[in-house]
């Protein structure tokens, strides 16, 4: 079992940037694809980005490359999701994903464990 708990979200001005984080408990974390997606209002959950669990392998979603970085500290069992250059249209709530399957991941059914989430809003 795996618990994650998103944070870092906030009101931000277009152009700005933040740091999400994603703690997860459980001893096997460093085991796991982590991933982030995030959800605007009135639209379905979109993939943003994914790393495998050495961190040698990263992949996103293609509004968001060159912006943002996905990263992780397997000793502090912790993910973290760098977003620089902040546009409006990147408003939504993000969502920290586990999967114990290997390789990167993308697809939403391929995550075991999901966090609550945490609202990021990108004003213009």
């Known amino acids: 079992q795996v618990q994650l708990v998103e944070s870092g979200g906030g009101l931000v001005q277009a152009g700005g940037s933040l740091r999400l984080s994603c703690a997860a408990s459980?001893?096997?974390?460093?085991?796991?694809?982590m991933g982030w997606f995030r959800q605007a209002p009135g639209k379905e959950r979109e993939f943003v980005a994914t790393?495998?669990?050495?961190?040698?392998?990263?992949y996103y979603v293609d509004s968001v490359k060159g912006r943002f970085t996905i990263s992780r500290d397997n000793a502090k069992n912790t993910v973290y999701l760098q977003m620089n250059s902040l546009k409006p249209e990147d408003t939504a709530v993000y969502y920290c994903?586990?999967?114990?399957?290997?390789?990167?991941?993308?697809?939403?059914?391929?995550?075991?464990?999901w966090g609550q989430g945490t609202q990021v809003t990108v004003s213009s």
């Open positions: 994903a586990a999967s114990s399957r290997m390789y990167l991941r993308s697809k939403q059914y391929d995550y075991d464990y």
């Open positions: 459980g001893r096997t974390f460093s085991s796991y694809t």
């Open positions: 790393i495998t669990w050495s961190s040698d392998n990263t």
